[in-house]
């Protein structure tokens, strides 16, 4: 609960705060890094940090939270904070972390405000920072306790015992465990961390969803190969696609978060693009899995047939669901060999009829997202049966709109990883 005293201070300060916010954040990792460059090994993303995705994320978190508290002083906004304190989890993140973020983050709002950041404004919103550090740290500590590990014990090995080239630039790994210890079942739509450790030296996290349901011993998860665009390509998903092979070992965490298929036993419909298949996978995976009676729509969106990830698995679970149906479109023509409903150009609802009173789970581009998720709210589903998976920081916050903050649905929580 944000105090009467902190409360119209930080109203006050949060115009000047929100138009700084993301000068604060830039210094605070660079400050951050000088002093503790440790951090890139094994923690934070250095490819996300150089192209300022990790510093627009925490920018609009700490906007958006502190939004949230002027508006509802007595409320911590759970779900806003649900996502992050799953990412965390997969990272082995740890209590004494909060401080040292603290201390970076303070000292660059001073450098960035100057006089301005009296001891009142101070103190109003490092008490905002410890109500966001310690509601993470609940959720999180929850989170370790549900898995039984710590924060340390997340990782484990595991060896590659098959490696599929599902397209040009996505491949499949399908690993086993090399020890003793009980598998952790994931929930269907979860993923994994890979702590890899690169060329020199540093170990690079990256997120992966996993692709199927877990048998016991082994696990399966797909990487793209992200491509350059003009910018660095991928140096993690590159040395993944080019470089592991089966007989190596990969550190992987337990799976975490917080988009998964609900057990209300209502009628579901994954919609996805490109590498967004991979939840979607995962979750199709275990309805079979689970010999589910559920009816399943599947939606998907690619540039053509041969780009189609994962499609023989998923038009596979399809065909073994009873209930289920599939939807694909092709950028470049209806031409397919698959045994689905192809149709030309982009994904378009008004050509599938949608069940009623169904979940809906997206996953691809965020563009895609916010206008799969528009022209559901345009046919009357209420938000709060639309979830979403963003891979990376997630800079678009859809269940937190502008109506907490100006701009508040283009910057939000931050991933470090």
């Known amino acids: 609960m944000l105090s009467e005293q902190s409360r119209p201070v930080i109203e006050a300060t949060l115009p000047v705060v929100a138009d700084n916010i993301e000068e604060i954040a830039t210094r605070f990792y660079v400050h951050l890094f000088g002093e503790h460059p440790e951090l890139f090994d094994g923690v934070f993303n ?28 007595e409320q911590i906004p759970e779900q806003l904070l649900s996502r992050v304190a799953h990412k965390h989890a997969s990272l082995g993140i740890t209590p004494p972390q909060y401080d040292v973020v603290h201390d970076n983050l303070f000292w660059a709002i001073v450098d960035v405000l100057g006089d301005a950041v009296t001891p009142e404004v101070a103190a109003a919103w490092d008490e905002v920072y ?20 710590r924060a340390e014990t997340v990782w484990r090995e595991w060896e590659v015992v098959e490696k599929v080239q599902e397209t040009d630039d996505v491949v499949t790994f399908r690993v086993r465990r090399t020890d003793d210890r009980l598998v952790k079942t994931s929930l269907p739509g979860q993923y994994v961390t890979a702590n890899v450790l690169m060329p020199d030296g540093v170990r690079q996290p990256r997120q992966y969803s996993l692709t199927a349901a877990d ?64 939840p979607m996978a995962g979750m199709l995976s ?14 998907h969106a690619d540039v ?3 780009s189609f990830a994962l499609r023989r698995q ?37 050509e599938v009829k949608l069940p009623d009173a169904a979940g809906y789970y997206l996953c691809g581009p965020v563009p895609f997202m916010q206008a799969v998720r528009s022209a559901l709210i345009d046919r009357g589903v209420p938000p709060r049966d639309i979830q979403y998976e963003v891979f990376g920081p997630d800079l678009w916050q859809a269940d937190f709109a502008s ?9 939000h929580l931050p991933v470090p990883g």
């Open 46 to 73: 250095r490819g996300n940090q150089a192209e300022r995705t990790q510093q627009m994320a925490l920018a609009g978190s700490v906007a958006v939270f502190a939004s949230s508290l002027v508006k509802a002083p």
């Open 130 to 149: 410890w109500l966001m550090a310690y509601a993470l740290i609940n959720q999180e500590r929850g989170l370790y306790s549900a898995r039984g590990v």
């Open 215 to 278: 048998d016991g011993e082994h696990r399966q998860f797909a990487v793209k190969r992200v491509a350059g665009d003009g910018k660095p390509p991928g140096e993690v998903s590159t040395l993944l696609v080019d470089r592991v092979g089966v007989g190596d070992r990969l550190t992987l965490s337990l799976p975490f978060g917080d988009v998964v298929l609900d057990d209300s036993g209502r009628p579901v419909v994954f919609a996805s693009a490109g590498i967004g298949i991979a």
């Open 286 to 299: 275990h309805l079979r899995t689970a010999g589910s009676h559920l009816p399943v729509t599947l939606l």
């Open 304 to 306: 053509d047939e041969k």
């Open 314 to 350: 998923v038009i596979d679970d399809v065909g073994a669901l009873p209930n289920a149906s599939v939807h694909v479109w092709y950028e470049r023509g209806p031409d397919s060999t698959l045994p689905v409903e192809v149709h030309a150009g982009r994904m378009n609802l008004d």
């Open 403 to 411: 109506e907490e903050m100006p701009g508040a649905s283009d910057h």
